[in-house]
């Protein structure tokens, strides 16, 4: 979610778990296009599968608040790398990763809510068992 911020870590940090969030995203919807004969399979799948994209930071390898801030991405997009203390470039790295990872899981938390009910309708609809 693109935020108004001229901060150079906020950026860095929309960024790199963009990057991470969009490459399990054409996953997903490489997989979704090829159920396309079975659309409610399809969007089970898809259901099943975004929350894990978006909301386990495991999954996609996005770094935790305490992983050491200079072998996060997040700090490797920074040119320069601003000169902060040790302790501050740690806690200001790990906190908008965390704020940027809980926004992007909230969406896909979201997605797979609307996934799950559009199958749902589509199930009804055709009255498929």
Do not use: N
């Amino acid at each position: 979610m693109a935020r108004d911020t001229h901060d150079p870590i906020e950026r860095a940090a929309e960024l790199s778990v963009l990057r991470g969030v969009g490459f399990g995203t054409v996953a997903i919807l490489c997989a979704c296009l090829g159920l396309a004969g079975y659309p409610v399979v399809s969007l089970r799948l898809g259901a099943a599968a975004t929350p894990p994209d978006g909301g386990d930071p495991r999954a996609q390898g996005t770094p935790r608040p305490q992983r050491p801030y200079k072998r996060t991405e997040a700090w490797l997009l920074l040119d320069p790398p601003p000169r902060l203390p040790a302790a501050v470039a740690q806690r200001l790295v790990g906190a908008a990763l965390k704020r940027t990872f809980r926004c992007y899981a909230r969406l896909a938390f979201l997605a797979a809510v609307v996934l799950w009910l559009a199958s749902l309708l589509l199930r009804l609809v055709d009255g498929m068992p």
